[in-house]
């Protein structure tokens, strides 16, 4: 399951990485070729901040986790 997100800055960055890392799935992030894991804050830095990038998250957390990130998710 899918669902956009675009993260501001790295506070925004660190607690996306925070609900990831509690979310009890798999949880990757996807732009352009690249792939990483999303519970890397590494990762998620060298990704890039203020781009749209795509979250793949195992079905049985999506619901829960989308909610936990809402505020980073776009349309």
């Not at 501001?8 to 990485?17: G, L, S």
């Not at 732009?31 to 781009?51: F, P």
Request: proline share 0%; glycine share 8%; aromatic share 8%.
């Amino acid at each position: 399951m899918k669902f956009k997100i675009r993260l501001e800055n790295t506070r925004d960055a660190e607690e996306f990485v925070k609900a990831a890392s509690e979310c009890g799935g798999e949880v990757d992030l996807h732009s352009g070729v690249v792939y990483i894991d999303g519970k890397s804050l590494l990762g998620v830095l060298a990704m890039g901040i203020k781009r749209e990038m795509d979250v793949h998250v195992s079905e049985h957390v999506y619901s829960s986790f989308k909610n936990e990130v809402k505020k980073f998710v776009v349309a």
